[in-house]
């Protein structure tokens, strides 16, 4: 059974930092790219940030500069360092595990910028 959960979500006041955490079970987590999604009140699922195999990134032009994907193929877990956030940045955010033609979502965690 394929299992990835996210935790490390909550409320943070803006130019604040979170760090999401997406740990894998289930499957060989070191031939997946893993990808961080978001999805804020009323609009479509957006891609974040990816990590592939060979741990080469790709950002939003949206975060980039202020989040930094990573992964540990060890621990079969993903990371999601968010600085400086943004009210904007409050969403729900995924984990993604894809492989050829599987794909694997976690639950989300909410993370909420306000003051």
């Known amino acids: 059974q394929v299992q990835l959960v996210e935790s490390g979500g909550g409320l943070v006041q803006p130019g604040g930092s979170l760090r999401l955490s997406c740990a894998a079970s289930g499957i060989n987590f070191s031939i997946y790219a893993m990808y961080w999604y978001r999805q804020a009140p009323g609009k479509q699922r957006e891609l974040v940030a990816a990590v592939s195999i060979s741990s080469s990134t790709n950002y939003a032009s949206s975060v980039k500069g202020r989040f930094t994907i990573s992964r540990d193929n060890a621990k079969n877990t993903v990371y999601l360092q968010m600085n400086s956030l943004k009210p904007e940045d409050t969403a729900v955010y995924y984990c993604?595990?894809?492989?050829?033609?599987?794909?694997?979502w976690g639950q989300g965690t909410q993370v909420t910028v306000s003051s």
């Open positions: 993604n595990a894809r492989m050829a033609t599987r794909s694997y």
